[in-house]
């Protein structure tokens, strides 16, 4: 922990958006896999979205595909999740992972930002 930092959470109402984003200054991470996964109270941390390297191919959950973005900008070595229509289930501690090899091993990973999606 510690090479990656995610910002951007925060309260929002339901059906709102976020945008989190997560710095990676290692120009070494412009070649990994990149990950975003969530952790709500009491649950195991569940993976959300993934992106490759070229930032073409791209893999949700179902339960936030079609509301959820992950993109990424080697050139700022920032990987976003862009979050439509959010809702209650949504509410976590989400984290941002580098998988160096694509093998779905994620090495490394951020402290989290809490994201509060409220009625």
């Known amino acids: 922990q510690g090479q990656l930092v995610e910002s951007g959470g925060g309260s929002v109402q339901v059906g709102g958006s976020l945008r989190l984003s997560c710095a990676t200054p290692g120009r070494t991470f412009s070649t990994y896999w990149m990950g975003w996964f969530r952790q709500a109270p009491g649950k195991e941390r569940e993976f959300v979205a993934r992106?490759?390297?070229?930032?073409?191919?791209?893999a949700y959950a179902d339960s936030v595909k079609g509301r959820f973005t992950i993109s990424r900008d080697n050139a700022k070595s920032t990987v976003y999740l862009q979050m439509d229509s959010l809702n209650p289930e949504d509410t976590a501690v989400y984290y941002c992972a580098a998988d160096p090899s694509g093998r779905r091993i994620y090495q490394y990973w951020g402290q989290g930002t809490q994201v509060t999606v409220s009625s």
């Open positions: 992106i490759g390297w070229s930032g073409y191919q791209t």
